[in-house]
């Protein structure tokens, strides 16, 4: 396979992390959309993120009587389902956070286990749908966070 460089695990990586320039996305995108091989790629390099940033984040945190404190959010968001991969970018909303999960609303069904990307104004989260509840029109999607990366404001 001929992969130019927006392809190889760096430029995976720069795609996770939304740095790539728009055209490259849609190539990208394109690629992983038929490329088996790549998509597993992908799913390695989901994996081998770095979390510090999600463990700073938690430090903070206060002690209550659950595992992890929760906190009340309605931060509008948006997501991709990396695995199984679909190009599409979709609409949700946080509905609350902790230290290692937070609970994702939103009108599109995904199956448990699935890998995502949310993205939001100042973090982009990884993580891996753990429970779906469907409430009205919409779904509810707890999420097990695996990684967080904090985005500067070079973005």
Do not use: W
């Amino acid at each position: 396979m001929n992969m130019d460089a927006t392809l190889h695990p760096e430029g995976l990586e720069l795609y996770l992390l939304e740095r790539l320039p728009e055209d490259r996305v849609v190539t990208m995108d394109s690629h992983l959309a038929h490329c088996e091989v790549c998509r597993q790629t992908l799913v390695r390099e989901f994996n081998s993120l770095a979390s510090s940033d999600l463990a700073q984040l938690g430090a903070s945190l206060s002690d209550e009587m659950r595992k992890e404190p929760r906190f009340k959010t309605d931060e509008v968001a948006s997501f991709q389902i990396l695995s199984p991969f679909a190009t599409n970018r979709y609409p949700g909303q946080l509905a609350d956070v902790s230290r290692g999960g937070m609970k994702l609303q939103t009108p599109v069904q995904m199956e448990c286990g699935a890998l995502i990307k949310i993205t939001l104004k100042s973090v982009i989260a990884f993580g891996d749908v753990r429970y779906r509840v469907r409430v009205g029109a919409a779904f509810h999607y707890g999420v097990q966070l695996s990684q967080m990366v904090l985005l500067g404001r070079h973005q």
